[in-house]
Each structure stands twice: as structure tokens, then as C-alpha cells.
């Protein structure tokens, strides 16, 4: 029986995330993920970028963790938050990380979990209808909504969470009108009922966050035993030199100082390709 186990859980949302967060940890644990929207998240910052995020993604979860627990007078507490960046391979990639947080003051634990991938991002600048047409394809409209501006990605007014062909043409005349330029802004709608690739994101971090909260200490059974640290320095096959590549993973607990190290023995070599030395 997990310290988990059938409790209520606060979720701070107006975005629709408690359908795949709530799906996986009531598997997991019988948890019962109880949704309010009685706070505006979009007080806490908007992608549409008419309110900076507030700090961190670390810190806007935590935030909304604990609005969430007072609001619902609960001690355990689940909130999101996603940012949306370049991939971390080729930078080229719109890139999407999502962090849930999860606050449980019984038990004085902060467990997070975290999934990113290929993000549904498209975003253009568009002068006629037809060129309009041409990136819904792109877009993946009508499946992810759209939200368009007037002018640029900083105009203050928008139109939100667009889902229909006729709502769109409508939408884009009002911007075109209002456009200094004539000309007008459009991208995908990043909230996550708006937005399925990024709601599949959720749903996976849910799922890293669930296999966390099953995750026990050897030494003192707490949840939350993970990888804390990666040691590097494996030996290129070719000069014997150490390369950034692993050799192994660090497991901690979020209480005791109890540590494994999995992996230390090196059994194999890095390719030359990833030596600094060889492929400077």
C-alpha cells in the first residue's frame, strides 16, 4: 500500500490537463485528482505573452501546487507547466518539456515528473486568405486550434482557441483590419486543451511522475528514490581519453543520504565521434 494510496489530490486548471493526469495516477494509486479553475492560471503568465510566466517552470508549478492544496484545503497537491523551446539536438525543432509537480505536506515530499518532445508549433506571417489556408495543413488544424493577432506575435489583442474554418476567416479579416501593416499573425494555440501533441506530453510526464511516487528507498521506504546525478567520462575507443559520454547513473533519496550507482563498471568504449579530443 502506497503512502498514496486513495488520497484526494488538488489540481489547479482551467485547461482541461486533469483528463490524462487524472487517468494515470488513479491507476497507479486510486488517487482521487480532485480539478478546480477557481484561480486564473493565466494570472501565473500566458504563451500568448500577455503576461510573463511567474519565475521558473519550476516555480509557476509550484505556485499553482499550492493554490490548488489551499483552495481545495487538501495536503496533496498536482500542477503543470509547460514551456516551449528549440530541441536540444539540432536546435532547429520546435520543442515542448512539461513538468508536473507533485506537493504532499503529510509526508514533506516534492516529487516531480517531466516528458518533452516534438511540439505542434507553427507559427507565420500572412497578408492573403490563401496563404492562410495553406498553414492550417502545417498547423494540423482543425485538431490543434489556432490563435491569431493582428500585425505581430506582440499585439495585444488576439483571437483564442479557433477550431473552425468559418471562425477563422472571420478572425482573420478582424486582424487585417486592425493590422498596422495589413499584416497578420498566426500560431498554434499552446494550451493544452488546444493543443493534443502537447496534452500526449502531459500525459507521459504523468506517467514519469507516477513511476517516482513508486519508486521506494532501500533504506527508509520513501518515494521519490531516482537519478539525482550522471557520471561522465567514459573512455574514447580510439586515444583511451575520457569523452562526455556516461558511464553512470547516481540514485538518491529525498530524504536520507542513502545513494546506489548503477552502472560504474566500464565495460565498453565511446566512439571516436564523441571524443573531444579525436573529433575536436
Same mark, same amino acid.
Given at each position: 500500500?502506497s503512502?498514496?494510496?486513495?488520497?484526494?489530490?488538488?489540481?489547479l486548471? /482551467?485547461h482541461?490537463?486533469?483528463k490524462?493526469i487524472?487517468?494515470?495516477?488513479?491507476?497507479?494509486f486510486g488517487c482521487?485528482?480532485?480539478?478546480t479553475?477557481?484561480?486564473?492560471?493565466?494570472?501565473?503568465?500566458?504563451f500568448t505573452?500577455?503576461?510573463?510566466?511567474?519565475g521558473?517552470?519550476?516555480?509557476?508549478a509550484?505556485?499553482k501546487?499550492?493554490i490548488?492544496? $489551499?483552495?481545495?484545503n487538501?495536503?496533496?497537491?498536482?500542477?503543470n507547466?509547460? @514551456?516551449?523551446?528549440?530541441d536540444?539536438?539540432?536546435g532547429?525543432?520546435?520543442w515542448n518539456n512539461?513538468?508536473?509537480?507533485l506537493?504532499?505536506?503529510?509526508q514533506q515530499? $516534492?516529487?516531480?515528473g517531466?516528458a518533452?518532445?516534438?511540439?505542434?508549433?507553427?507559427?507565420a506571417?500572412?497578408?492573403h486568405?490563401?496563404?492562410?489556408?495553406?498553414?492550417? $495543413?502545417?498547423?494540423l488544424?482543425?485538431?490543434?486550434?489556432l490563435?491569431v493577432?493582428?500585425?505581430d506575435?506582440?499585439?495585444?489583442?488576439? &483571437?483564442k482557441?479557433?477550431?473552425?474554418l468559418?471562425?477563422? &476567416?472571420?478572425a482573420?479579416?478582424?486582424?487585417?483590419?486592425?493590422?498596422?501593416k495589413?499584416v497578420v499573425?498566426?500560431?498554434?494555440d499552446?494550451r493544452a486543451f488546444?493543443?493534443?501533441?502537447r496534452?500526449e506530453?502531459?500525459?507521459?510526464?504523468?506517467?514519469?511522475?507516477?513511476n517516482?511516487?513508486?519508486s521506494?528507498?532501500?533504506q527508509?521506504?520513501?518515494p521519490g528514490?531516482?537519478?539525482?546525478d550522471?557520471?561522465?567520462?567514459?573512455p574514447c575507443?580510439a586515444c583511451?581519453? @575520457?569523452?562526455d559520454q556516461?558511464?553512470?547513473?547516481i540514485?538518491?533519496?529525498? &530524504?536520507?543520504?542513502y545513494?546506489?550507482t548503477?552502472g560504474? /563498471?566500464?565495460?565498453?568504449? @565511446?566512439?571516436?565521434?564523441?571524443?573531444h579530443?579525436?573529433?575536436?
Amino acid at each position: 500500500m502506497s503512502v498514496f494510496s486513495n488520497r484526494s489530490v488538488s489540481l489547479l486548471t /482551467k485547461h482541461g490537463k486533469e483528463k490524462v493526469i487524472a487517468d494515470v495516477l488513479n491507476n497507479a494509486f486510486g488517487c482521487l485528482v480532485q480539478q478546480t479553475s477557481a484561480y486564473d492560471t493565466d494570472l501565473l503568465g500566458t504563451f500568448t505573452q500577455e503576461t510573463p510566466r511567474y519565475g521558473t517552470q519550476l516555480d509557476a508549478a509550484r505556485k499553482k501546487a499550492t493554490i490548488g492544496m $489551499e483552495l481545495l484545503n487538501l495536503d496533496l497537491g498536482l500542477a503543470n507547466e509547460g @514551456a516551449f523551446v528549440s530541441d536540444p539536438y539540432s536546435g532547429m525543432i520546435p520543442w515542448n518539456n512539461e513538468l508536473l509537480v507533485l506537493i504532499d505536506q503529510q509526508q514533506q515530499l $516534492e516529487i516531480t515528473g517531466f516528458a518533452s518532445g516534438p511540439a505542434q508549433n507553427e507559427n507565420a506571417y500572412l497578408s492573403h486568405w490563401e496563404e492562410m489556408e495553406k498553414f492550417t $495543413e502545417s498547423a494540423l488544424f482543425p485538431s490543434h486550434y489556432l490563435v491569431v493577432k493582428p500585425t505581430d506575435e506582440y499585439h495585444p489583442q488576439s &483571437k483564442k482557441g479557433i477550431k473552425e474554418l468559418a471562425e477563422l &476567416k472571420e478572425a482573420f479579416e478582424w486582424a487585417k483590419n486592425l493590422s498596422s501593416k495589413g499584416v497578420v499573425y498566426v500560431e498554434n494555440d499552446l494550451r493544452a486543451f488546444a493543443n493534443p501533441t502537447r496534452m500526449e506530453n502531459i500525459r507521459k510526464a504523468a506517467i514519469d511522475l507516477a513511476n517516482k511516487m513508486n519508486s521506494l528507498c532501500p533504506q527508509c521506504q520513501t518515494p521519490g528514490f531516482w537519478i539525482k546525478d550522471v557520471k561522465k567520462g567514459l573512455p574514447c575507443n580510439a586515444c583511451g581519453l @575520457a569523452t562526455d559520454q556516461e558511464i553512470a547513473k547516481i540514485w538518491g533519496c529525498l &530524504k536520507c543520504s542513502y545513494e546506489e550507482t548503477e552502472g560504474m /563498471k566500464v565495460f565498453k568504449f @565511446a566512439d571516436p565521434s564523441k571524443c573531444h579530443h579525436c573529433n575536436p
